[in-house]
């Protein structure tokens, strides 16, 4: 059926391959590292936008919690009274930091782009596997997480009328500190690549308020040991795990066992970056 | 590479080469298809068994109507959309075995707006740059020289959100050249922009592809792709019903010159009946020198070898008929007329 007489004399034989990328040896690796330059350089143009959206909601929390609740004889106190409610909250708002952080730097965006602007096109014609630039989002969604946590933490240092009382374990912190955003921003991909821009307001009322108001965020997860079913029930939380983890790493407070947290943060971690990447693959090709 | 083995079917492919005898010298396709097809898991065939060849330097345009293939092609060829079918090589790579690879040698124009709102004019283009391993200078220096070309130095340093419509498409066709693609696709790159800018665009094409740059473009408006390619493929429904230059491609309808002639209605506001009008076409017809006519959108089209002579021949066969005629124009045909005759309907419904 298709008729071709004859290809006219081309104008040129363009060599094939023209472009620096061709000398690198890795160039997918290149593109990734171009690719996280380009969204640290939106942080950077974004850096107030960045900061209130990162600090509101803790800032928030903690001034209520800690700061107007004791000064107003509202005070609250956890283990039967020993311990204050600042060293409760202090890891369950850092871990609430880091998921939101996810949920703002990954998926409300990709939400958009797949929704609305589809500016991912771009980013997915950089030269390396489809797979890669979710990837990326997930590293660059992890990077802010840890950049939101540095500007909260002297703020839930600080603000509580009472003092806070940290005993850090160096050593669970690093491990948590580094898994933490990762989860966050894997959820962040997951929740990106499955939600669509008229099912945000659902996804907020459906998923992200449980999941911070069930985190293990206000309440440490083993005195949930009141109410046994809640306790197996919030286990599907990630957000558990984060809080429990940074308790463990930065009070003296009982938490889970490390054993069980580790186990929660890889499973979680591992299981909604799986759904991400297949989610982004799903919606990028077709 | 230079020579592809031809399976059963992959009459463009084998065209194309034979069209290049062996003298050593001839230039491997730029894009070489071979029964792409794609199925869409909803049952669409939205493309099948497409054979292209596009020569390197080539300016190449896929002409059809919305759903008939187009843009799948694109996609299949730009790594988006997974073959069900089939092989596609653009510039030797293989773009379902190698996408990542693919995408370093292509440029692609998507049918909507895609620029990086968070970033500037220049920043959508350094950035683009550096994912294809530029360096921080080379990149900066690429970017200004392509703001040159593409007159969008004034801005710069605005957000994208704030350019216009052909100032955004100018935008979009500088990205896909940052990084020096071997080749440039074009998914119906004129749509929406007013007439004034898609002229610009044409002249900007055409002096991309007289300085050496192949492209592939789609479009379902035939006077662009007339204008614009070395060679049409015209698309109908996943098939690829001819591939020629535009001449050639005219040639293919049997008839030098298409006379369209109104009949006059029984008023000024009346138009011509249905009868009337086949009176009309029965004359003219049988008019020496007219080889066919039809009534087609309250006219009578009458195809003949040459429209020399013929019009008043026709003029004088309406008088004595006494069916009149009110008015008339000759046109050549166009790549809509191939359309038409190739598929019995209208490029535009």
Not at chain 1, 6 to 21: F, I, K, N, V
Not at chain 1, 241 to 248: D, I, K, N, Q, T
Not at chain 2, 324 to 345: A, K, Q, Y
């Amino acid at each position: 059926m298709t008729a071709v007489a004859e290809t006219p004399s081309p104008a040129r034989a363009a060599a094939p391959a023209r472009g620096p990328a061709e000398a690198v040896r890795w160039p997918a690796l290149v593109a990734f590292g171009a690719l996280l330059l380009r969204d640290a350089r939106v942080l950077t143009r974004e850096r107030w936008r960045f900061l209130i959206r990162t600090v509101s909601q803790p800032l928030m929390l903690v001034f209520v919690f800690t700061y107007v609740f004791p000064t107003i004889g509202q005070e609250l106190r956890a283990f039967d009274g020993q311990a204050s409610f600042s060293d409760i909250l202090v890891p369950g708002v850092i871990a609430i930091t880091m998921l939101i952080k996810g949920v703002q730097s990954v998926a409300l965006p990709l939400v958009d782009d797949f929704g609305y602007t589809r500016e991912i096109e771009d980013r997915i014609m950089a030269p390396l596997p489809v797979w890669a630039v979710a990837v990326e989002k997930i590293v660059a969604g992890a990077l802010q997480g840890l950049v939101a946590v540095v500007v909260v933490f002297p703020i839930v240092a600080l603000v509580p009328a009472e003092p806070v009382s940290l005993d850090i374990s160096w050593g669970h912190l690093l491990a948590v500190g580094l898994l933490a955003p990762f989860v966050g921003a894997s959820l962040g991909l997951a929740l990106g690549t499955l939600v669509t821009p008229k099912q945000v307001p659902m996804m907020f009322s459906v998923i992200i308020l449980p999941v911070t108001f069930l985190g293990a965020t206000y309440f440490p997860w083993t005195q949930l040991e009141a109410i046994p079913w809640l306790q197996w029930a919030v286990l599907i939380n990630p957000l558990v795990y984060l809080s429990e983890g940074f308790r463990m790493a930065l009070t003296s407070l009982p938490s889970m066992p490390p054993a069980a947290i580790y186990a929660g943060l890889l499973l979680c971690g591992g299981l909604t970056a799986a759904i991400g990447l297949w989610g982004f693959r799903r919606r990028v090709l077709a | 590479m230079t020579t592809t083995p031809a399976p059963a079917g992959a009459a463009a492919a084998t065209a194309g080469d034979a069209a290049h005898p062996a003298d050593g010298g001839a230039p491997a396709p730029m894009i070489a298809t071979e029964a792409l097809t794609k199925v869409f898991p909803s049952g669409l065939r939205a493309v099948d068994g497409v054979d292209l060849t596009v020569a390197p330097g080539e300016f190449f345009g896929l002409l059809g109507p919305n759903g008939a293939g187009k843009t799948t092609i694109i996609g299949m060829l730009t790594t988006r959309v997974q073959p069900t079918a089939g092989r596609a090589r653009v510039a030797g790579v293989d773009v379902v075995a190698q996408p990542a690879r693919a995408k370093r040698v292509i440029g692609v124009v998507p049918q909507t707006n895609t620029l990086d709102r968070s970033l500037s004019v220049r920043e959508n283009l350094h950035y683009h740059a550096r994912f294809f391993a530029y360096g921080r200078r080379q990149a900066a220096e690429r970017a200004e020289a392509l703001l040159e070309q593409f007159r969008l130095t004034d801005k710069r340093d605005v957000l994208v959100d704030e350019l216009s419509g052909g100032m955004a498409q100018r935008l979009m066709i500088a990205r896909a050249l940052m990084h020096e693609p071997a080749m440039l696709f074009l998914d119906e790159p004129t749509v929406g922009l007013d007439p004034q800018s898609r002229i610009a665009l044409w002249e900007l094409l055409s002096e991309l592809n007289e300085d050496g740059q192949t492209v592939l473009l789609t479009t379902h408006y035939m006077e662009e792709a007339d204008h614009l390619c070395d060679r049409v493929a015209i698309m109908d429904h996943g098939h690829v019903l001819a591939a020629d230059s535009p001449a050639e491609l005219k040639r293919t309808v049997d008839a030098e010159a298409i006379v369209r002639v109104a009949a006059p209605g029984r008023s000024e506001v009346e138009p011509p009946s249905p009868d009337q009008l086949a009176r009309l076409r029965g004359v003219l017809a049988a008019v020496p020198g007219v080889r066919w006519a039809e009534v087609r959108d309250g006219q009578v089209e009458c195809h003949a070898d040459s429209a020399r002579g013929l019009l008043p021949r026709l003029v004088t066969a309406a008088e004595e008929a006494g069916t009149g005629i009110s008015d008339l124009s000759v046109s050549e045909p166009s790549l809509e007329t191939v359309f038409v005759s190739l598929t019995g309907r209208e490029l535009r419904e």
